[in-house]
C-alpha cells in the first residue's frame, strides 16, 4: 500500500501516472488542505505539518511514504526521515534525474514556490549528481491557485506564464523542470510558449516511474486497486479539480482532523 502526501489536491498528478505506470494497487492520498499553500509557510511548519501528515498515513498501513509535495520534499524530507521508520521517496529526486537524462546543454530552469525555490534544494541535489549543470530557479506562485481555479487554458494564465518563462528564454535553457505538482497541467501552455524548443520535465511522471523500481515494490503490488482520500478540508470544488488533476474521482474521500 502507498501513502501520498502533498499540501493540497496537487499531488493527484503524481497519483494519476502511478495508477497508469503499475498494476492495480491501494493508494492512500493525504492532502492538507485546510492549510494550504505549504510554499509560503516557514521551514518550521512545513516540517511540523509534514512529520504529522506522515505519522496520518504511516498509522494507517502504509509501507512507503510518497512526498508529492515539492516544498515538503525541499524543507522536510531529511527531518521526516529521521522521525519515521518508513521507506520515504521524494519528488526532487525523481525530477533531478530526469531533467539531468534530458539536457543537451546542462542549462536547466526549475520553478516552483516561493519555499520550494528560496530553500535551494533544488540546486544542490543537481550539483549532487553533476557539478558542471548551471540552474536557473525562479518561484511562480500565481500558477498553483490558477490551476486550482480551473484556468488551464485561460488567456490569463498564459499571460503570466510568459512573464515568468521570460527570462528563461533569456538564458537560453534547454530543459524546464515543473517544480510543484501542479504545473503538468500546464505542460501544453508552456511547450506552446517556448514553441517546443524547450524539453519540459514532468515532475509527477518521473516520480511514478521511479516507484516501479523501488525494492518494496513486489511486496505492495499484489494489493487490490483502490484509491482513498483524506483531505483536512474538501473544497466546494472537489470533484472538478479531482477530475482535472486526476480524470477520475476516488473510491472513497474522508474529511479529517490532523493532530500535529
Known amino acids: 500500500m502507498i501513502g501520498v502526501f502533498d499540501s493540497g489536491l496537487g499531488g493527484l498528478t503524481v497519483v494519476k501516472e502511478i495508477k497508469r505506470l503499475m498494476p492495480p494497487i491501494k493508494i492512500l492520498y493525504f492532502g492538507d488542505t485546510a492549510r494550504l499553500p505549504y510554499g509560503e509557510k516557514s521551514e518550521e511548519i512545513i516540517k511540523k505539518y509534514t512529520l504529522a501528515a506522515c505519522n496520518f498515513l504511516k498509522k494507517r498501513k502504509a509501507k512507503v511514504i510518497i512526498l508529492a509535495c515539492h516544498s515538503a520534499s525541499s524543507v522536510a524530507l531529511n527531518y521526516v526521515r529521521s522521525k519515521i521508520s518508513l521507506p520515504i521517496i521524494d519528488v526532487i529526486q525523481a525530477g533531478v534525474k530526469a531533467a539531468l537524462e534530458k539536457t543537451k546543454t546542462k542549462r536547466i530552469g526549475v520553478i516552483g514556490t516561493r519555499a520550494t525555490i528560496r530553500s535551494g534544494t533544488y540546486e544542490r541535489v543537481f550539483k549532487n549528481y553533476d557539478k558542471e549543470v548551471e540552474i536557473i530557479a525562479r518561484a511562480t506562485p500565481l500558477l498553483v491557485p490558477l490551476v486550482e481555479e480551473g484556468w488551464i487554458n485561460h488567456y490569463i494564465t498564459k499571460e503570466v506564464l ?72 474538501i473544497p466546494p470544488e472537489f470533484e472538478k479539480i479531482a477530475r482535472n488533476f486526476l480524470g477520475l474521482l476516488p473510491d472513497k474521500i474522508m474529511r479529517v482532523s490532523l493532530r500535529e
Open 162 to 233: 510568459k512573464i515568468y518563462l521570460q527570462p528563461f528564454k533569456e538564458e537560453k535553457i534547454d530543459t524546464l523542470l515543473l517544480g510543484c505538482t501542479h504545473y503538468p497541467l500546464l505542460k501544453k501552455l508552456i511547450k506552446e510558449i517556448f514553441q517546443n524548443k524547450v524539453t519540459i520535465v514532468d515532475s509527477s511522471e518521473a516520480l511514478a516511474k521511479s516507484i516501479i523500481n523501488f525494492s518494496s515494490y513486489k511486496k505492495i503490488k499484489k494489493r487490490k486497486e483502490e484509491l482513498i482520500i483524506y483531505l483536512t478540508d
